[in-house]
């Protein structure tokens, strides 16, 4: 039997496969908050919020409406991304011109409201959500077994985040938006309407939470605290990537994924904690990751 750092190759792959799942939601999680960040200059503590909302718009599509997993990877973003598109309107964009610490403290109060208002309403315990029947079982690759919804998850999640990099780099109206970032006045003199841009890029950067969360839904189970047990490790994957950052947060999402599922084999006990002393290092040796680089 092969084995590495004392462990079956079978059980240490297995391990790396979970690691990289826990990737691609790093990845798609710290996208929407980069973009929100690099973009806005909007520190969004109400993403874990909408992540959240996510899995339940999913889960009530279904049970509710009957309406299955496909239709919810489109009908939920845009259902979450609209409320986040009101919610900006109504208070966020008030907060544009003030100290960024507002913003900070306002969101933070919408995600403790949004996450009171479910676990009001479904209370704490784990709702389940089925793995749809086109993605149920897996296949054997001879050193494992490797079940086919979570392989859909991470290229699903790959080919999300480079869609999104490729839009916001590459076409005209992503040079539009970080134009507007850029100069807000001098972009309106060429006729673009910047609040309308802003807006739509919060409530683009809020589906893409709300997708990771219908993502995460047949795997974790879905309940009003799975945004908060995640938010502040993607916080550190957008940190460690660079503040606002597109590919920088895509790949630090997908790495730290791997680093921490290696950890869990070599030294579990670190396992919930490397990535913060990841970030600890990464602030120490190039600070300015916390003034963000741009997309």
């Known amino acids: 039997m092969v084995t590495m750092f ?4 079978q059980a240490l792959v297995g391990q790396l496969l979970l690691g990289l799942i826990n990737g691609a939601f790093y990845a798609i999680l ?3 908050l980069a973009i929100i960040f690099g973009l806005l200059n909007v520190v969004n503590f109400a993403h874990g919020a909408f992540y959240m909302m996510g899995a339940f718009c999913a889960w009530m599509l279904l049970n509710y409406l009957g309406i299955g997993f496909w239709a919810a990877l489109l009908l939920a973003p845009v259902s979450v991304g609209a409320i986040g598109i ?10 544009y011109r003030q100290d960024p610490l507002y913003g900070m403290l306002l969101t933070f109060g919408m995600a403790l409201i949004v996450q009171g208002l479910f676990r009001n309403q479904y209370g704490v315990s784990g709702l389940p959500y089925h793995i749809p029947p086109a993605l149920s079982g897996g296949h054997n690759l001879g050193f494992m077994f490797l079940p086919n919804y979570r392989a859909f998850v991470i290229v699903f999640s ?7 990099w490729f839009f916001i780099e590459k076409t005209r109206l992503g040079s539009y ?5 850029e100069d807000a006045s001098l972009t309106e003199a060429f006729g673009i309407n910047v609040p309308l841009l802003v807006t739509l890029t919060y409530g683009f950067g809020v589906g893409l939470a709300a997708l990771a969360g219908v993502l995460a839904a047949p795997i974790t189970s879905v309940n009003p605290n799975m945004g908060a047990d995640v938010i502040i490790v993607v916080f550190a994957v957008v940190v460690i990537g660079g503040m606002g950052s597109i590919m920088g947060s895509v790949v630090t999402g997908f790495g730290l994924g791997l680093v921490e599922g290696l950890t869990k084999v070599i030294y579990p006990s670190a396992a919930s904690t490397v990535i913060f002393l990841v970030m600890v290092l990464v602030l120490l040796a190039r600070p300015a990751s916390m003034s963000g680089k741009g997309v």
């Open 86 to 95: 009101v919610l900006e309107r109504l208070f966020i964009s008030r907060l």
């Open 30 to 32: 710290s996208l929407g």
């Open 177 to 181: 938006l970080r134009a507007a970032t």
């Open 158 to 164: 790959a080919i999300v985040c480079l869609l999104t």
């Open 6 to 9: 004392g462990l079956p190759l």
